[in-house]
Structures are given as structure tokens and as C-alpha cells.
């Protein structure tokens, strides 16, 4: 299987909007994580192969993950962004059933793209 494919990111000013997307095919589970400077990475969504979704309390509200199995592609929407939003967003994908947020449990991973909030 081949890695996971991610967009590009970019600078939005904050309260703004801005759609990610990852390609990945035969994964049962899939995710976004980020990371901030200085901190540790940390779950921000995960959708099943049923469209089962969770999210990170801290985006709630706020971000939307779906997939297209038939495009093999991951999208994350990101609406009314915020400065603490900013970081270094990847797309992770897992054969596991049920979802996880460790970062561990998922074994492929994007190359990863900065998005941006600015104030």
C-alpha cells in the first residue's frame, strides 16, 4: 500500500475556513492529528470505514472529517479557525476497526502540511 498523500495547507486569518485532504486506500480507519510548537501531537478526528466519527473536544463543533471510499480520499473541514489551531497537520491511517486516539495505533502517516491561523 502506498503512503498516505496530503494537501497542501495554508494561512487563514482567524474565523476563517480551509479544507484538507489526504488520499489512502484499504484503510479501516483513518485520522488527523497536529502539532503544535512545542507540543505533543494530538488527536483531532477520526472517521471509520462506516463514516463513524469522533473528534478532540478542543474541535468539536468546528471541523468536520468524512472520507470517499470510492476516491480513497480523507477530508477534514475546518471552519471558524482559531489561532491555537495552528500547527502541523497529518493525515494517519489504521487497519484496526475501532478508531483510536493514540498516535501509535495507526501506521501510515501523511508527510504532513502546516496550517496556519492568523490574527
Known amino acids: 500500500q502506498v503512503r498516505p498523500v496530503q494537501s497542501d495547507g495554508g494561512s487563514v486569518q482567524a474565523g476563517g475556513s480551509l479544507r484538507l485532504s489526504c488520499t489512502a486506500s484499504?484503510?479501516?480507519?483513518m485520522g488527523w492529528f497536529r502539532q503544535a510548537q512545542g507540543k505533543e501531537r494530538e488527536a483531532v478526528a477520526s472517521?471509520?470505514?462506516?463514516?463513524?466519527?469522533t473528534y478532540g473536544d478542543s474541535v468539536k463543533g468546528r471541523f468536520t472529517i468524512s472520507r470517499d471510499n470510492t476516491k480513497a480520499t480523507l477530508y477534514l473541514q475546518i471552519d471558524s479557525l482559531r489561532p491555537e489551531d495552528t500547527g502541523m497537520y497529518y493525515c494517519?491511517?489504521?487497519?484496526?476497526?475501532?478508531?483510536?486516539?493514540?498516535?501509535?495505533?495507526?501506521?501510515?502517516w501523511g508527510q504532513g502540511t502546516q496550517v496556519t491561523a492568523s490574527s
Open positions: 484499504g484503510f479501516k480507519c
Open positions: 494517519a491511517s489504521s487497519r484496526n476497526t475501532i478508531c483510536s486516539r493514540r498516535a501509535s495505533e495507526y501506521s501510515y
Open positions: 472517521i471509520d470505514i462506516d463514516g463513524k466519527a
